[in-house]
């Protein structure tokens, strides 16, 4: 679980680097590169966080809801131990190396990997709603997803609590150490064997992962071209084409992210002994396909994106309505007085055109009388009638 190293694991009272690694440049370069993604993952994730655990999605959650969650807290823990790898790479000291590699190291890869397992996950579900409809897997039910989850989540503890348990049982005393450039030059035969064990069960894990997402998008590329042979125009291949967008998108991230860094890490994690030359590519190889796979935090965001509807509507939601609500009550307070100043206007005029119809009826069946001025009263209702028609 820890950093992968140069040469092969040595264990003595004075432990020494025959071979520099790692030069100041890149160093520096590894510790802009890793506080950049610190920040933008913690913004993107606290806010994804911050939409599923504390909106409306905490109460009504479907499978994918709760795996998108278990992704988003794995990849904002993700983000936390960036900081100390940042430390690592910054400084030299004996204490912080030491805790990078018994701690940091180990939660660092306990969430990559929780990561790679959540995504193989929603690729799952979203694999058997579209090419097996009818009726709901066992799978598919909330229960089985928390289920799933919390094993999950347990198998990656203990895996990890095994080897940080056995690294400090068997690692030597701090004040014997003088230097450490890479982390498995800490490592007794005991934790060399168990590091050797967790790499071959987490390649063995990514493999699974992949060729899984390899085969749902196939299936559900062959279930589209079935449905537009069918119907070419129907809705159902419209949705089945957006399903395979979305699936590529996943499998697109996956990798990206993951392949580099498994082509260099199961070789090197199985080295014996290498010239110094070969030690420093393979290890600046391994240290860019790590910063790769990193990368993850910042672009799993878009996952979360096109895989629920809700975080869609959300985004939307806040992009529209924290702009303009002043300006859509203004424009509703003006409609309303609009409104009510056009009704009032209509009854009165209304009301005016009634009256003087009754005077003209009441005129013609009494009588012509004249007024005071020596008008004849009907003349003059006409007369109105007229103006207003006007």
């Excluded at 790679?116 to 579900?125: E, K, P, Q, R, T």
């Excluded at 003209?360 to 103006?387: C, E, I, M, V």
């Amino acid at each position: 679980m820890a950093d992968l190293g140069g040469a092969a694991p040595t264990n003595g009272t004075n432990v020494t680097e025959p071979c520099d690694l790692a030069n100041t440049s890149a160093r520096f370069f590894f510790v802009v590169i890793y506080s950049l993604v610190f920040l933008v993952g913690l913004v993107l994730n606290g806010f994804t966080l911050r939409f599923y655990f504390c909106g409306s999605q905490q109460q009504s959650a479907g499978c994918v809801t709760i795996y998108l969650k278990n992704l988003a807290a794995a990849d904002f823990l993700l983000s936390l131990c960036l900081p100390v790898k940042v430390a690592y790479y910054a400084s030299d000291s004996i204490h912080i190396r030491l805790v990078y590699c018994n701690f940091g190291a180990s939660a660092f890869y306990l969430n990559m990997y929780a990561s790679i397992l959540f995504m193989g996950y929603i690729a799952a579900n979203r694999y058997l709603k579209i090419v097996h409809p009818l009726g709901t897997h066992v799978l598919q039910t909330v229960r089985a997803a928390h289920i799933v989850s919390m094993v999950t989540w347990g198998c990656l503890l203990a895996m990890t609590s095994i080897y940080v348990l056995v690294s400090l049982l068997t690692q030597q005393a701090p004040d014997s150490i003088t230097n450490i450039s890479r982390c498995d030059i800490l490592h007794s035969p005991q934790l060399s064997l168990l590091y050797r064990i967790i790499h071959a069960c987490s390649a063995a894990i990514f493999l699974l992962v992949l060729v899984s997402l390899v085969f749902f998008y196939r299936s559900i590329s062959r279930r589209l071209s079935q449905a537009q042979e069918r119907q070419p125009a129907s809705s159902g291949s419209k949705k089945l084409a957006k399903s395979r967008r979305n699936m590529l998108v996943l499998v697109s991230v996956f990798c990206v992210c993951f392949v580099p860094y498994h082509l260099v890490r199961l070789p090197y994690a199985f080295r014996t002994s290498w010239w110094c030359s070969w030690n420093q590519v393979f290890y600046h190889l391994k240290e860019l396909s790590i910063m790769v796979s990193v990368l993850n935090v910042c672009l799993d965001p878009l996952i979360y994106f096109i895989f629920c509807k809700a975080f869609r509507s959300q985004l939307s939601f806040r992009r529209v309505f924290s702009i303009t609500p002043a300006a859509m009550n203004a424009a509703g307070t003006e409609r309303r007085s609009s409104d009510g100043r056009t009704s009032g206007a209509r009854v009165h005029s209304t009301t005016s055109k009634q009256m003087d119809v009754l005077l003209l009826n009441s005129s013609s069946k009494y009588g012509q009388h004249l007024t005071p001025a020596g008008q004849n009263p009907t003349d003059r209702t006409f007369q109105r009638l007229q103006a207003s028609k006007e």
